[in-house]
């Protein structure tokens, strides 16, 4: 039995590597901008796959890779990355060029919310929801114990849940009003600019430092996310009825969770079914862990 797996946390902004045990330990860690071209998300990827055989990791040792986007586990591709222009890429084969061992593929938010079953809080639950509010807002299930994956791996892609359908903001993915298009990284942008009328703040940390120094205009544009956040929340809740949600993602463990207490705050103004909700323990190593359970227990997370 392995005793170590390569984890790949693939997200729009950001994209980490590590060596991690059985035990969810991390023995090595890189981390590198996103690329946003397919060849040099390739190079990255391959240079750094290519030092840790360097540094004497197995040729053969399994992988999993948690990534954004809708996917096709089944193909090993990214079928579209919203956050990265709608791109497509097959990024289980640029492993593979230079990678011997077994490569599995899995949403983000599915390996994170694995991880939470193994490492965190899952351990006492049989029901829960792993939630990512970063650059866009995703999320991931486990019922009855099972992780839910949807013919494609795609089963909680809670980000483009419809929370306000006159909303003229456009989501990344194309479609309007998705709490994604609205509360992300990048939609809190568009609807700061949507609130005020003008484009004050060009980052969304732009955006919550002006809050936290009491801003009024900013203070509109965060009070309007938390009764957002909380309408996608009490969705979740509603559609999933899991004991407890962690929520992961820079957004999401901003300031020890500011935004998820923001939320809680309003949620008895949506929620029927009630449920647990609070920031992850695991921080921002959920889906790397999860990426390494799934390499670990493929059969858990291929359709």
């Not at 222009?85 to 230079?98: A, C, L, T």
Request: hydrophobic share 45%; aromatic share 6%; glycine share 12%.
């Amino acid at each position: 039995m392995a005793r170590e797996a390569i984890a790949i946390d693939f997200g729009a902004t950001w994209t980490r590597m590590a060596v991690v045990t059985r035990s969810g330990g991390i023995r090595e860690m890189r981390r590198w901008k996103t690329p946003k071209s397919r060849k040099e998300i390739k190079d990255e990827i391959v240079r750094h796959v290519l030092e840790f055989h360097r540094l004497g990791v197995d040729r053969k040792a399994a992988v999993g890779i948690a990534a954004i986007g809708l996917l096709s586990v089944e193909k090993g591709r990214i079928v579209m990355a919203p956050n990265l222009g709608q791109m497509s890429i097959n990024i289980v084969e640029m492993v593979k060029s230079v990678h011997r061992g077994d490569v599995v593929l899995i949403n983000d938010c599915n390996a994170a919310a694995m991880a939470e079953k193994e490492y965190g809080v899952g351990r006492k639950y049989g029901d829960l929801v792993y939630v990512t509010i970063s650059t866009g807002i995703g999320g991931g299930a486990i019922i009855d114990n099972r992780l839910l994956l949807g013919k494609d791996g795609n089963a909680a892609e809670i980000g483009h849940l419809v929370v306000d359908y006159e909303s003229p903001i456009r989501c990344g993915c194309g479609g309007y009003g998705h709490w994604e298009a609205l509360c992300s990284g990048v939609g809190l942008v568009k609807l700061a600019r949507h609130i005020v009328g003008r484009l004050v703040w060009r980052s969304s940390s732009d955006l919550l430092d002006d809050y936290l120094r009491g801003r009024r205009q900013a203070s509109a544009v965060i009070d309007e996310a938390a009764k957002i956040n909380a309408a996608g929340f009490a969705s979740v809740f509603n559609a999933y009825d899991p004991e407890v949600v962690t929520v992961g993602g820079s957004l999401g463990l901003y300031r020890d969770g500011l935004l998820v207490r923001m939320a809680s705050k309003e949620l008895k103004r949506f929620e029927t079914v009630k449920a647990k909700l609070i920031p992850t323990p695991l921080g921002a190593n959920a889906p790397l862990l999860g990426a390494a359970v799934a390499a670990f227990n493929p059969e858990l997370a291929i359709p």
